[in-house]
Every structure is written in structure tokens, then in C-alpha cells.
């Protein structure tokens, strides 16, 4: 019987759902985890003998044989794999990517002893403004140590992390003790000994993730454990025994599962899913990709060394929700490209002197099969290197009679990142960024400052601009200005020393609606003036803070990070607080 995916993300859309993070999905390339190569450079550290360490692939089982070589390791123990984890990848894998970016995981609980995951959200949700709350909270269980999760402390608009294995990464500097973190078997029994007492209990330290856990389904993503320990984690984290009555129930993603685990957790309604844990995230990602009522993937095709670059740019887009497909010149041919051209709704090449000096032949077969590609499939061609548009190398040759899009020249990744979402509003497959409402506040003396924003906010073919220049004849200014206020997505106000003398029933409008997060509040600084105390915690262009003035220049480049923000901020839209 083929698995429902419709119901679990429509239970994840929701904020139903809590993953639990295991070490098996911690996939930094085929075959080797991120627990594995742990394990492997602390059994190293130790000099333990290569017929010893053979076998171990976790590193509570390299715990143990150091353990035996030396019971008075234990202290060494928790410090070496503590330098360790300091000096693991601190690039989040792909599958943790895609993980985050499913709409409608509020909170997480992870039982690996890495930050990754809590890299890759705050990939996904970055942290624009210092001064703002934070976008992602981490919370760790170490009930010796006194540290509890309380996710009632956690700002209603932020994601939450909970490391239930402890707190590796002390930031006081302090050798680790005892307890802390995870490291040995005996540190995991012991953890879930207290957490079944304190929840069983009702113990006042845990009641707040108590209600969490038991208001949340859970999905448990490659814990790895063994046998018996699953039954016990599984049974803790419900909360009831097995067999009585749950409203919440939880699945499974384990291909370690043995038969007599997967007939038990079965027998009480819970489902395993035996395949790799990394295969499954992959299964629900294209699931709610297929769910999606318009289609927006793009395919970004680049060499090997412009990977720099494309990363960036596929790392905003996975941000934005937007779809992607990467082919890399040297290991893809043309056959593979062309069944995944026929799910795009842009091709974007990303060509430099390399690339066209390597794979130029390649490139030139590729593109004639976009021509082939029936439908509305768009391109846009990127010229990354400068000094390619004459010579043998020359993009206007590989160009020439084709059908493009549009080309761009030497953009940053923000700016390509903008680009492909401006080509697919256009095309009319982003919902989130069509007839979007932007309102100026301004100074009414300030009108070459409006002149000048309003003619940049032209350029944004995506979004309507108001200013209190288009108040109706006879109509209350005060009334018509804050109703096109509350009425916008985004309010921009033009930052003067004007500004902040005479408009100040509208600046403390904005702040309302800041404060209330319904909306994005954002300044565009003009001129030279004491506005940090007022409205120091918006966010702020030129990114410097520098104001504009009359430079030319500095308008255009604040105008592009200011599109860049707004973009950022509407199709970074999150679900609804938990």
C-alpha cells in the first residue's frame, strides 16, 4: 500500500508535527554520517588499534572501547570529542536543506550532537536585524546541569530547536562534565531515565516541553537506536503506555528498524517507514512540490568551478520556496537533462570563461534542447566573468539567433536571486509577489526624496506604491494615509530630519505594525539625522547606514537592497505560530 503523503504534510502545514533529528539523516555524503566520521576522529585521537575500531560506527561504542582501555578516560572522553565537534563541517548537508524549508515545522528536537541543523535554519530564516528577536532559539535537556527546555521563553515568531542529548557547545568554556552531553550509552539511558521520571512526574522544569510534546505529532527521522532503546524513547516521548488511547501519534523513518521493532510499534499504530531516513525527507519534499497548484522550478546548469557561486544562489532560492534542479556540465549529459527541462519554468546557464572554454560544446547542445522544449520554459543567461562578450570565447556568438529571456552580467547572488524571482512573477508563478503594496512615508516637504523612491519602485514591475500625495480632494490626509498604512504589505519610510519632526503620528503607526509583525517596516535614509533613537531597530538602507543625499549611485544600490529585503521577506512567509 503506498504511503499517504497528503496527510502527513497537511498535518505538518498545520504545526502539528515536532522532527525528531537523528544521526542517520545527518548524511554528509553517501555512506558516511556525520556520527560516523565523529566517531572515527575521537577513536583516532585515542590511537585506538584499527582492529578494534573496525566496527564502530558510533561514537557511544568508541566511548566504550576507550572505556576499557582506561575507565580514567572518562573525563578526556567528553574533552576530545567536545574539540572534535569544534572542528567537524560546519556546512549544513543537503537533506537538512530541504528539511527546513517544508512549511510548517515550528519546533525541533534533535538528538545528534551538532549544530547543522540550526545552521540550516538560520540559512533558511536569517537574522537581518540584531536588534530584532531572534529567528531561531535553541534550547538544550541536561536535567544535571539544570538545563531545561521552556519553549513559553521563545519569541512566538522564532523557530525552536531543542537538543535533547545535551549541551556539547558550552559557552562559558568550561570542561565538559559528566551528564552535559551524550556521549556513552550509559549517558543515554540515564537521560531518558530522568525524562520518563520528570514527565511522568509532571516535574514544574519539564512541564513546558511536556505540553509541547504531548499537543504534536512526532517524526522520528534516523535516531539510529537499537532495539530496545526505541521502544523506550518512543514510549517516553508519547508519554502513555503503549496500547492506551493517544490524540497524537508518531511515525517512524528508520531503516535500522529490525522486524520484531517494526511488528511491535505497528501492533500500536505507529508506522516505520524502513527506507533511509534521507530518501524519505527527499519523498516528502517532492510530495509538497507536487502538491503545489503552480510550478515553479528552475534548473541551474554551471561547471564544477563556479559551484561557489551557484551554491549561493540555490541556497536563497531553496529559502523562497522556489523549486530547483542542478546540473553540473561535467557529470550530466544532455539525455538526463532533458526529462527535468520538461519540469521547469526557467534555465538559467551560468557561463564563465571556464565554462565556456571546457564545456562549450556541451552548453551548445544544451541549449538547442531548451529551444526544443515545448511551452512557456524561459531563460535567463548569466555571464559570470568579465571580458566575455568579445573574443573567441565570446557569449554573443553562442547567443546569436537564439531565443533569450534576458542576460545578465556579473550579478551578485542576491541580485540573480532576484532576477529569477522577478521572471517568475512575471510569469505569473509566484502568488506571493504579485500586486504587492508598498507605502512611502515621507515629510510632505520632502518631494524630490518621493520623486526619486517612487521612480525606483517603478523598476518593481511586481508591486503598486502609495504616497499621501494621492490622498483624494477633500479627504481627512491623517485617516486616508493610515488606512493605506494598515492596507500594505511594506512601509518605507524616507528618513530626514523633516520626517521625524512632522510626521509623527505616521512613524508611530509604523511602529505599531512592526511591533505586531504584520508588516515589513523598513527606512531608506536621505539625508544626515538623529534617527537611530526612535527608529534604530528597522531596518535600515544604504546597508551602511550611510544616507543617500544626491548621489545617483547610492540611490541605485540602496534601491537594490531594499528589493532584495522585500522579496527576502515575502516569499520567506512562514505558517502560523505553534
Not at 556520527?35 to 557511544?60: C, G, K, M
Not at 531543542?162 to 552535559?180: D, K, Q, T, V
Not at 556541451?362 to 531548451?370: G, H, L
Amino acid at each position: 500500500m503506498s504511503f499517504d503523503w497528503s496527510a502527513l504534510l497537511s498535518t505538518i502545514h498545520q504545526g502539528k508535527v515536532i522532527p525528531v533529528i537523528g544521526r542517520d539523516l545527518i548524511e554528509l555524503e553517501a555512506g558516511q554520517t556525520f556520527d560516523r566520521r565523529l566517531a572515527a576522529e575521537v577513536a583516532a585521537r585515542f590511537n585506538l588499534p584499527e582492529s578494534e575500531t573496525a566496527n564502530l560506527h558510533a561514537i557511544e561504542d568508541v566511548a566504550a572501547a576507550v572505556l576499557r582501555q582506561d575507565p580514567e578516560n572518562l573525563p578526556a572522553l567528553y574533552s576530545t570529542t567536545r574539540e572534535v565537534l569544534a572542528e567537524m563541517p560546519a556546512q549544513p548537508p543537503q537533506v537538512l536543506r530541504d528539511l527546513v524549508a517544508i512549511s510548517g515545522f515550528r519546533v525541533f528536537l534533535t538528538t545528534t550532537l551538532d549544530r547543522l541543523l540550526v545552521q540550516a535554519l538560520q540559512e533558511r530564516y536569517p537574522q537581518n536585524n540584531p536588534d530584532a528577536p531572534p529567528t531561531v532559539v535553541e534550547q538544550w535537556y541536561a536535567p544535571e546541569h539544570g538545563l531545561f527546555p521552556n519553549p513559553s521563553l521563545v519569541p512566538k515568531s522564532a523557530i525552536l530547536v531543542i537538543h535533547l542529548f545535551g549541551r556539547p557547545f558550552n559557552p562559558s568554556g568550561a570542561p565538559p562534565l559528566p551528564g552535559e552531553f551524550v556521549v556513552t550509552e550509559a549517558d543515554r539511558l540515564e537521560l531518558f531515565h530522568q525524562l520518563q521520571a520528570q514527565l511522568a512526574s509532571n516535574n514544574r522544569e519539564v512541564r513546558e516541553l511536556s505540553d509541547l510534546l504531548r499537543s504534536h505529532d512526532l517524526l522520528l527521522l534516523g535516531c539510529g537506536f537499537p532495539d530496545w532503546l526505541m521502544r523506550f524513547g518512543v514510549r517516553v516521548l508519547r508519554g502513555k503506555r503503549f496500547g492506551a488511547p493517544a490524540e497524537h501519534v508518531a511515525q517512524l523513518a528508520e531503516y535500522t528498524a529490525a522486524e520484531p521493532l517494526v511488528a511491535f510499534l505497528q501492533q500500536y499504530g505507529i508506522e516505520v517507514h524502513t527506507a533511509s531516513p534521507v530518501d524519505f525527507v527527499r519523498n516528502l519534499v517532492a510530495a509538497e512540490e507536487g502538491g503545489r497548484q503552480l510550478r515553479h522550478r528552475v534548473m541551474l546548469a554551471n561547471s564544477a568551478a563556479d559551484d561557489p557561486f551557484c551554491s549561493q544562489v540555490a541556497q536563497l532560492l531553496t529559502r523562497w520556496n522556489i523549486g530547483i534542479t542542478r546540473v553540473q556540465w561535467e557529470n550530466t549529459t544532455v539525455p538526463a537533462v532533458r526529462p527535468l527541462l520538461a519540469g521547469c519554468a526557467l534555465h538559467i546557464p551560468l557561463l564563465s570563461n571556464a565554462a565556456l572554454s571546457t564545456h562549450r560544446r556541451r552548453i551548445e547542445d544544451e541549449f538547442k534542447e531548451v529551444e526544443r522544449q515545448p511551452g512557456d520554459l524561459s531563460q535567463v543567461v548569466v555571464q559570470i566573468d568579465e571580458g566575455m562578450l568579445n573574443g573567441p570565447l565570446a557569449i554573443n556568438n553562442l547567443l546569436q539567433g537564439r531565443k533569450v529571456r534576458s542576460k545578465s552580467v556579473r550579478p551578485t547572488a542576491q541580485g540573480l536571486a532576484v532576477e529569477i524571482a522577478e521572471q517568475l512573477a512575471k510569469a505569473q508563478k509566484l502568488p506571493n509577489l504579485s500586486k504587492v503594496h508598498i507605502h512611502c512615508v515621507h515629510a510632505p516637504s520632502d518631494q524630490e526624496a518621493l520623486r526619486r523612491t517612487r521612480d525606483l519602485l517603478k523598476q518593481y514591475k511586481w508591486a503598486t506604491a502609495t504616497d499621501r500625495t494621492e490622498a483624494p480632494p477633500g479627504a481627512d490626509v491623517a485617516a486616508w494615509v493610515a488606512n493605506q498604512m494598515n492596507q500594505a504589505q511594506v512601509l518605507l519610510l524616507l528618513v530626514t530630519a523633516r520626517l521625524l519632526a512632522d510626521a509623527e503620528n505616521e512613524i508611530a503607526i509604523a511602529l505599531q505594525l512592526q511591533e505586531a509583525r504584520s508588516h515589513l517596516v523598513v527606512l531608506l535614509l536621505v539625508e544626515a539625522c538623529d534617527w537611530q533613537p526612535t527608529l534604530g531597530a528597522l531596518d535600515s538602507f544604504p546597508a551602511d547606514q550611510s544616507p543617500v543625499n544626491q548621489n545617483s549611485q547610492m540611490w541605485t544600490a540602496a534601491s537594490a537592497q531594499l528589493r532584495f529585503r522585500v522579496i527576502d521577506h515575502l516569499l520567506s512567509a512562514r505558517q502560523a505560530n505553534i
